[in-house]
């Protein structure tokens, strides 16, 4: 980080607030390869999970801090209610980590205190003065939130900011929780507190804020305009309700219309500085990665990275931009990662130029994840002359993914036909070594795998989404299939990728079931554990 009064910096919280979205619960490979990425887009800050919230979050705090919190890479941070045990949780897992942060909160809104702590402002400045000192004596970087500020008293909220700074606080961050202020008042609010806490010269202003009413992104910029300099976001925006601030969004805002903000961050409105660390080339595969591990698919029309944010279907769009692009895009997709289809590999390419190409693209694959993406690879490259970009994306991708692997899918067979009824026959191999067999109809030909699958796994279950993309044009495209499960009020979600469509949807299934299997039995332990 360099010249933090005039640079924006990026708090990254995938995964904590993201991850907190429906359906979208990682394993600790699938963060720690998110985390990696996050790295290599050049977030100043992850927020890695919350350490006290289940030994997972700990386990996976501690080893992205350990794996990607080196001396040049990001700081790592867990996220801690204003408690002595979530605190001292938060800095054992950052504890590996060669900048650390813990981020500790207390709510400060009338609402909140009434009916969630029910304390009085009193006791709430007392809390937080307190266990802000707590903090400091495991880090000097601490950052406080008061809990629900957009809803928050003004007075109020002075007050406990000024007390958490004098107690050591280096970053003090505004959440607009529950998404309900517009830009004019959270701008407002940010220059209140810029005027009003007297020590705020000492920390570093920073924003948290939801997506309820479609502002979050709005709210961030009008923030910057009066002194916020911390952003937190997520990739593609995911959270819990309607999300957060997207990271895409905030950084292409200030890239493309820096001259706008650059006096705002005391620059001049010429100079061509970056207002953030990003590597913007990294933002597409980023967003890529996390909706493949989340199962949280990007709608079409999303801004910046949706697969239609660059696309032009009008004649008079296609006109102006076959005669110049900056008639109709005001950025270029190279700039976020979005290169050409351009043929690569094919089925005679050899071990190192995949591996080569793999490290041009920006992957840092084990010999394990390599062997196994290589198979993949020459499986495809038999079904498909050319291998594109995209499609070595897609198939490192389906395969970095560590689902359990409990259930395995030997073989699917599908036989429909506009006068047949769908039949599917699959043969599944279980968690104990056993091989089934089993059949079923079924309305399509996916449906009829999916009851298939069922009768051997026996598992219960609602679909509540199927989904399916195609990674590339042409006839012989790799299918991507994403589905989400719900069992028990949670969700789970799966995903594959292969040539044959129905093949990737049993793929996607399967490797749905399996987390639900696995947590099923994970809390059958934890009862039995209790029972005993």
């Known amino acids: 980080m360099k010249n933090k009064a005039e640079q924006i910096i990026i708090f990254d919280t995938t995964l904590r607030d993201g991850e907190q979205c429906p359906g979208a619960t990682l394993n600790i490979d699938e963060k720690l390869a998110i985390a990696k990425q996050l790295s290599r887009l050049g977030v100043d800050i992850i927020e890695a999970g919350f350490a006290f919230a289940s030994p997972g979050d700990f386990e996976a705090v501690s080893k992205i801090a350990q794996t990607v919190g080196t001396e040049d890479g990001p700081v790592i941070c867990s996220l801690a209610r204003a408690r002595h045990d979530d605190i001292k949780a938060a800095?054992?897992?950052?504890?590996?980590?060669?900048?650390?942060?813990?981020?500790?909160?207390?709510?400060?809104?009338?609402?909140?205190?009434?009916?969630?702590?029910?304390?009085?402002?009193?006791?709430?400045?007392?809390?937080?003065?307190?266990?802000?000192?707590?903090?400091?004596?495991?880090?000097?970087?601490?950052?406080?939130?008061?809990?629900?500020?957009?809803?928050?008293?003004?007075?109020?909220?002075?007050?406990?900011?000024?007390?958490?700074?004098?107690?050591?606080?280096?970053?003090?961050?505004?959440?607009?929780?529950?998404?309900?202020t517009t830009p004019t008042e959270f701008g407002s609010l940010i220059k209140g507190i810029k005027d009003n806490v007297p020590n705020i010269d000492k920390a570093i202003i920073s924003v948290h804020g939801h997506n309820d009413l479609g502002l979050?992104?709005?709210?961030?910029?009008?923030?910057v305009k009066n002194g916020a300099r911390q952003l937190e976001c997520t990739i593609n925006g995911i959270g819990e309700r309607a999300g957060n601030a997207a990271l895409e969004e905030l950084v292409m805002a200030l890239h493309v219309r820096r001259?706008?903000?650059?006096?705002?961050?005391?620059?001049?409105?010429?100079?061509?500085?970056?207002?953030?660390n990003i590597d913007t080339r990294q933002i597409y595969k980023t967003s890529r990665l996390v909706s493949n591990l989340t199962g949280m698919l990007v709608q079409p029309n999303k801004a910046i990275v949706g697969a239609n944010a660059f696309a032009h279907e009008s004649g008079i769009h296609q006109d102006g931009v076959l005669k110049n692009?900056?008639?109709?895009?005001?950025?270029?997709?190279?700039?976020?990662?979005?290169?050409?289809?351009?043929?690569?590999?094919?089925k005679h390419?050899?071990?190192?130029?995949?591996?080569?190409?793999?490290?041009?693209?920006?992957?840092?694959?084990?010999?394990?994840?390599?062997?196994?993406?290589?198979?993949?690879?020459?499986?495809?490259a038999d079904k498909k002359k050319e291998i594109t970009d995209w499609d070595l994306e897609a198939i490192v991708n389906d395969e970095i993914q560590q689902a359990p692997d409990l259930f395995r899918l030997e073989l699917v067979q599908v036989s429909c036909g506009s006068n047949a009824r769908p039949t599917a026959t699959v043969t599944m191999r279980t968690p104990e070594g056993e091989e089934l067999m089993?059949?079923?109809?079924?309305?399509?030909?996916?449906?009829?795998?999916?009851?298939?699958?069922?009768?051997?796994?026996?598992?219960?279950?609602?679909?509540?989404e199927f989904s399916v993309q195609s990674v590339t044009a042409g006839i012989d495209a790799i299918g991507e299939v994403t589905i989400r499960l719900k069992s028990e009020d949670r969700v789970f979600s799966g995903h594959a990728a292969n040539t044959d469509i129905i093949v990737a949807s049993a793929q996607a299934y399967i490797n749905a079931l399996n987390r639900l299997f696995a947590a099923s039995q994970s809390k059958q332990q934890q009862q039995a554990v209790v029972n005993n």
């Open 91 to 180: 800095a054992e897992a950052i504890k590996p980590a060669a900048k650390g942060r813990i981020h500790t909160f207390i709510a400060t809104s009338d609402i909140h205190l009434k009916y969630k702590l029910k304390k009085t402002k009193a006791e709430v400045l007392a809390i937080a003065e307190e266990m802000v000192a707590y903090a400091k004596t495991f880090t000097n970087d601490v950052e406080f939130s008061p809990e629900d500020a957009g809803r928050s008293e003004p007075e109020f909220l002075y007050q406990v900011l000024e007390r958490a700074i004098a107690a050591g606080a280096t970053t003090v961050n505004i959440p607009d929780t529950v998404g309900y």
């Open 216 to 223: 979050a992104v709005a709210n961030f910029l009008e923030a």
């Open 259 to 276: 001259q706008f903000f650059n006096p705002f961050l005391g620059r001049s409105v010429e100079s061509e500085e970056p207002l953030t």
């Open 325 to 346: 692009k900056l008639t109709y895009e005001i950025m270029d997709a190279q700039l976020i990662g979005l290169t050409e289809n351009q043929i690569v590999l094919g």
């Open 349 to 380: 390419s050899g071990r190192n130029a995949f591996r080569t190409r793999l490290r041009e693209l920006g992957y840092e694959l084990t010999d394990a994840e390599l062997n196994k993406a290589f198979v993949r690879f020459k499986e495809i």
């Open 438 to 464: 089993d059949a079923a109809i079924g309305t399509g030909p996916v449906d009829a795998v999916y009851k298939a699958i069922n009768r051997v796994v026996n598992v219960p279950n609602q679909l509540i």
